[in-house]
T-cell receptor, first 114, second 113 residues
């Protein structure tokens, strides 16, 4: 079955440090890929998405992600983390043949130390 | 635009009670869906709809009903609440063509005693 894996359940970084959140997908063709962020007690907000073309995509709040077909990965990065980035981050993939349905990773919880 | 709205924000039910979680969007999106979010389990799709009059089951549909009589509204009904349905419920919507972005409501936190 198609799946999305976020290997890190919880990550803690210091404010100002760089960040990389990992996401791996299982799908033979190039899927639609998304990163969403959920602040405590809030709904989910789209950070960025990849459909095709340039494999490095820029998103909101200074985030970027790189699609690597050879590694089946779509890792999220930020060069300098702010305390307000503390949140839950979800990677998702469009389901094969029905990209309106999303296959979700279990999320990575990010804590930021001052 | 209000985006995606959900009511209520919080609800406590007793086992066996029924209720309807409301979801509405004002973006003229054809695709709408309901998820539940539980600790350590991510988001799981309950039901979805690709347009008025069309609904389908997701990953965890048991115990829930939906209908889509209008483009704007997509209510989720719990027929006989069970403690296992204690969760946070999110409604989302998106266009069926072009941009795939799903827009989420703020969620409903449901506790079943």
């Amino acid at each position: 079955a198609q799946s999305v894996t976020q290997p890190d359940i919880h990550i803690t970084v210091s404010e100002g440090a760089s960040l990389e959140l990992r996401c791996n997908y299982s799908y033979g063709a190039t899927p639609y890929l998304f990163w969403y962020v959920q602040s405590p007690g809030q709904g989910l907000q789209l950070l960025l998405k990849y459909f095709s073309g340039d494999t490095l995509v820029q998103g909101i709040k200074g985030f970027e992600a790189e699609f690597k077909r050879s590694q089946s990965s779509f890792n999220l990065r930020k060069p300098s983390v702010h305390w307000s980035d503390a949140a839950e981050y979800f990677c998702a993939s469009g389901e094969a043949g029905n990209n309106r349905k999303l296959i979700w990773g279990l999320g990575t919880s990010l804590a930021v130390n001052p | 635009n209000a985006g995606v709205t959900q009511t209520p924000k919080f609800q406590v039910l007793k086992t066996g009670q029924s209720m309807t979680l409301q979801c509405a969007q004002d973006m003229n999106h054809e695709y709408m869906s309901w998820y539940r979010q539980d600790p350590g389990m991510g988001l799981r799709l309950i039901h979805y709809s690709v347009g008025a009059g069309i609904t389908d089951q997701g990953e965890v549909p048991n115990g829930y009903n939906v209908s889509r009589s209008t483009t704007e509204d997509f209510p989720l009904r719990l027929l006989s609440a069970a403690p296992s349905q204690t969760s946070v419920y999110f409604c989302a919507s998106s266009q069926t063509s072009g941009d795939n972005e799903q827009f989420f409501g703020p969620g409903t936190r449901l506790t079943v005693l």
